[in-house]
């Protein structure tokens, strides 16, 4: 059986200007993790106009406006706004004695498929 290696150790033996990159490129990916955006920041990002994304839920463009202020939408809104610009919610919860869990709503979780039940004749 070899010896472990420490990860510290291999960049430690690298060349700087690698140790450089790959450091650069941890910075980087850290930060995509970290990212935070709100609705609005989400909706111009993929260019998307309030105008269009009305249209695309049926509702008007003022309504956009006031959601995309709104302090504490609700989750079955901001699930159908991102789905109208292309995306999926995904809700991720934290703890500081555990890994990141994916929070999945009720209508996510798959249910065995059932036949319907016969109504009896009175």
């Known amino acids: 059986m070899r010896g472990m290696i420490a990860v510290d150790d291999v960049i430690a033996s690298l060349p700087k200007e690698r ?3 790959i450091a650069a ?12 955006m709100t609705l ?6 993929r260019k998307i106009s309030q105008a269009k994304m009305a249209e695309a839920l049926g509702i008007g463009q003022m309504q956009i406006s006031r959601l995309e202020k709104r302090k504490d939408p609700r989750l079955s809104t901001m699930e159908r706004t991102v789905a109208a610009m292309g995306g999926h919610l995904t809700m991720i919860a934290t703890f500081p004695d555990q890994e990141p869990v994916i929070l999945v709503t009720s209508q996510f979780m798959e249910k065995p498929a059932t036949s319907p039940k016969k109504k009896r004749r009175a």
């Open 19 to 21: 140790q450089k990159k």
């Open 25 to 36: 490129r941890g910075n980087e990916l850290l930060a995509k993790v970290q990212r935070r």
């Open 40 to 45: 609005s920041e989400i909706r111009k990002g």
